[in-house]
């Protein structure tokens, strides 16, 4: 059964451009350290490897190192955020959710924190995630659904 659905679009400049201007301090406010070192890990920045099938280098006018990368994860953190309506007003932050790589290549979804708390409750320890990740033209999409058994 599903029990949460949502979706986010993220222009890729925009996570580029707080990037430039906030460095090191936005990426530990919004990203986990697992999600900033599978970034670091990456052999070049924006070709791959990254989760989700490959679409090539950013689209975008001009961006910087991993930023269609952490573009995707930051729409995902919207999306998964979304989807855990209404329980998502119980101060559940940027960092209770982290996108992971599957060990077949698709992405994955984590709650920590109290995103797990309120995931745990809404599904009675039954829970999926489903993600989808997605960019072209210089936008990052994410679509995340919730489901109970």
Not at 88 to 101: L, M, N, Y
């Amino acid at each position: 059964m599903i029990i949460g659905i949502g979706t986010d679009i993220v222009v890729i400049d925009r996570i580029n451009a707080a990037i430039t201007r906030f460095g090191d301090r936005f990426l530990r406010r919004i990203f986990t350290d697992g999600e900033i070192s599978q970034a670091q890990k990456r052999k070049s920045p924006d070709t791959g490897p990254d989760t989700g099938p490959d679409t090539g280098p950013d689209t975008g006018s001009d961006t910087g190192p991993n930023a269609r990368f952490y573009a995707m994860r930051f729409a995902a953190k919207e999306a998964a955020w979304k989807a855990l309506s209404p329980g998502r007003d119980q101060g559940v932050g940027w960092r209770d959710f982290e996108v992971i790589s599957n060990p077949d290549g698709s992405p994955g979804l984590l709650f920590h924190g109290r995103a797990a708390g309120v995931f745990e409750t809404m599904t009675n320890g039954k829970g999926k995630t489903s993600l989808s990740l997605s960019d072209d033209g210089g936008f990052a999409l994410a679509f995340v659904v919730l489901s109970a058994s």
